[in-house]
Nanobody, 124 residues
Framework: QMQLVESGGGLVAAGGSLRISCAAS????????MAWFRQAPGKEREFVAR????????DYHDSVKGRFTISRDNAENILYLQMNSLKPEDTAVYFC?????????????????WGRGTQVTVSS
């Protein structure tokens, strides 16, 4: 399994921006589609965005379309999520995921490798 480490979370005011990253190691990163999920307190983990292995195909949850952008750097083995126009309801722990058993998918159960998450808090 790949090792995934998220970073870049923090506290930001509503309307602000934040970019979080996920550094991958221990696997052939560039061959894998990847995704971002998030989990707010008391809620289930939900899909945020996904990207295929070469970065040319991606998809977003309706709640973040037009505000978030997923991208990847296959030379550096890093996955990014640029988050703009942040809202308090975006507050959650954000996780990156890799090695999906099937693709495309937005089901967290399909992913074999997970990071530990990074906290994003948006104040109103």
């Amino acid at each position: 399994q790949m090792q995934l480490v998220e970073s870049g979370g923090g506290l930001v005011a509503a309307g602000g921006s934040l970019r979080i990253s996920c550094a991958a190691s221990g696997g052939t990163y560039r061959m894998f589609a990847m995704a971002w999920f998030r989990q707010a307190p008391g809620k289930e983990r939900e899909f945020v965005a996904r990207i295929n292995w070469n970065g040319r195909n991606f998809d977003y949850h309706d709640s973040v379309k037009g505000r978030f952008t997923i991208s990847r750097d296959n030379a550096e083995n890093i996955l990014y999520l640029q988050m703009n126009s942040l809202k308090p309801e975006d507050t959650a722990v954000y996780f990156c995921a890799a090695e999906a058993r099937r693709w495309p998918t937005t089901d967290a159960a399909d992913f074999l490798s997970w990071g530990r998450g990074t906290q994003v808090t948006v104040s109103s």
